[in-house]
């Protein structure tokens, strides 16, 4: 069988079905699980959590998303997303942009009617 989001083969037994369309794993956790970037509750615990452990509040994904903005002083996302191709799927480099946001370490702007990520200061 095969996903209807991004094609990739499901082993019998391992279909996940949503809205009448059969997914992979990773397809229908990322139907249920979009990426939230206004969420105050979260918000509150990633800079609570960021404030008792600076030294460990960061994934190796985030720490990447943060280099990257730091070198190209900020991107739109589909550069930012073509950056970290080889480093993780465009779903999961949202969660971890919307992370990021929440802990105050990114800001997400306009810029000439575009979005724009950058590291905050």
Request: proline content about 4%.
């Amino acid at each position: 069988m095969e996903c209807r989001k991004c094609n990739a083969l499901i082993p019998q037994g391992e279909e996940r079905e949503h809205n009448k369309e059969i997914l992979c794993e990773d397809c229908y956790i990322d139907v249920l699980s979009p990426a939230a970037f206004c969420d105050p509750w979260a918000t509150y615990n990633a800079e609570s959590f960021n404030k008792r452990n600076p030294e460990t509040a960061f994934t190796d994904s985030q720490l990447k998303i943060l280099n990257t903005l730091k070198e190209s002083g900020g991107l739109d996302p589909d550069g930012l997303a073509d950056r970290l191709t080889d480093h993780m799927s465009r779903q999961d480099g949202e969660r971890e942009c919307a992370a990021l946001h929440r802990m105050g370490k990114i800001s997400i702007e306009s810029k000439n009617g575009s979005v724009f990520i950058c590291v905050k200061h």
